[in-house]
């Protein structure tokens, strides 16, 4: 069956650090690919999205994901954590074999520590 | 001007009551969808609409009906609720194509008692 797995439901770094958030997925049919954030008591926006262009996408806020097809991963990183990154980051897989749906992983809490 | 905007944003309720949240996006995209997320913030779609017509029902009970009287709108409706109803329940907008990314209202969250 297709997935989506995030390692790690929690993720703490110091303000300033890299940012390392894991995502892969199960597939032999490439994806598109998109990294969602949810902060506090909101819905979710949109970060980055692949869609079969550069290998190395770059999204809002400073961060960016690499779509690695050999490792099928599409980890999202930033180089130095702010504060104000601390939220919940979604992964999240639209397979074109499967209606279109947008499948998400199970999320990675990010906490960023002064 | 808010895009895609759910109301109420907190519903309370008792078990066996029937409930609905009421969805509208103004971007103009053809597609919206139900999305449920649990307590451990699991995402699960629920229902796909595309230019008023169902395309994705997934495994949810009978008790949850969508409904959409126009592309702009998709209205969820919960008959019976039961204590595992109990989640915050987001509506999502995006345009035709596969590659087109979620635009999501900010939720409701529905606690049943």
């Known amino acids: 069956a297709q997935s989506v797995t995030q390692l790690g439901s929690h993720v703490s770094v110091s303000e300033g650090a890299l940012v390392l958030l894991r995502c892969n997925y199960s597939?032999?049919?490439?994806?598109?690919l998109f990294w969602y954030v949810q902060y506090p008591n909101q819905g979710l926006q949109l970060l980055l999205k692949?869609?079969?262009?550069?290998?190395l996408v770059k999204g809002i806020n400073g961060f960016e994901a690499e779509f690695k097809k050999s490792e099928t991963s599409f980890h999202l990183t930033k180089p130095s954590a702010h504060m104000s990154d601390a939220a919940e980051y979604f992964c999240?897989?639209?397979?074109?074999?499967?209606?279109?749906?947008?499948?998400f992983g199970s999320g990675t809490r990010l906490l960023v520590r002064p | 001007d808010t895009a895609v905007s759910q109301t109420p944003k907190y519903l309370v309720t008792q078990m066996g009551n029937d409930k609905s949240i009421k969805c509208e996006q103004n971007?103009?995209?053809?597609?919206m969808y139900w999305y449920k997320q649990d307590s451990k913030k699991f995402l699960k779609i629920m229902f796909s609409?595309?230019?008023?017509?169902?395309?994705i029902n997934e495994t949810v009970p009978n008790r949850f009906s969508p409904k959409s009287p126009d592309k702009a709108h998709l209205n969820l409706h919960i008959n019976s609720l039961e204590l595992g109803d109990s989640a915050v329940y987001f509506c999502?907008?995006?345009?035709?194509?596969?590659?087109?990314?979620?635009?999501f209202g900010n939720g409701t969250r529905l606690t049943v008692t």
């Open positions: 609409y595309n230019n008023k017509e169902l395309i």
């Open positions: 692949y869609t079969s262009a550069a290998t």
């Open positions: 971007l103009g995209h053809d597609t």
């Open positions: 597939s032999s049919v490439p994806p598109y």
């Open positions: 999240a897989v639209i397979w074109m074999d499967s209606s279109y749906k947008l499948i």
């Open positions: 999502a907008s995006s345009q035709q194509g596969s590659n087109s990314p979620l635009h």
